[in-house]
Nanobody, 123 residues
Framework: QVQLVESGGGLVQAGGSLRLSCVAS???????MAWFRQAPGKEREFVGA???????LYYGDSVKGRFTISKYTETTMYLQMNSLKPEDTAVYSC??????????????????WGQGTQVTVPS
């Protein structure tokens, strides 16, 4: 069992930046670490992922060029969010997958999830 804890959410003005953190209890058996987000009344959306051992990155189209995923330690992942927009408002969740996938954006591949952290960008 892997526990994930996110932090760093908050309220930020449009155009601003925020950095989220995800700390995992263990990543020994993990293939992908990812960020998903869900806004009220909307489906869960893929933000980005990292093939954890190789460092290969994947991003959703809506955040490409603005958000960056990085590995700080073997158990800590960051999501740097720049040029934030009101449509980025959502609960951001960290997820971990113990399986290899042809599409790291598939939420059902992720067995472990954090509790989520709220990001609010007022319009």
């Amino acid at each position: 069992q892997v526990q994930l804890v996110e932090s760093g959410g908050g309220l930020v003005q449009a155009g601003g930046s925020l950095r989220l953190s995800c700390v995992a209890s263990d990543t020994f058996s993990i293939y992908y670490m990812a960020w998903f987000r869900q806004a009220p009344g909307k489906e869960r959306e893929f933000v980005g992922a990292m093939r954890w051992s190789l460092g290969r990155l994947y991003y959703g189209d809506s955040v490409k060029g603005r958000f960056t995923i990085s590995k700080y330690t073997e158990t800590t992942m960051y999501l740097q969010m720049n040029s934030l927009k009101p449509e980025d408002t959502a609960v951001y969740s960290c997820a971990a997958s113990p399986i290899w996938s042809t599409d790291p954006a598939t939420p059902t591949d992720y067995r472990y999830w954090g509790q989520g952290t709220q990001v609010t960008v007022p319009s």
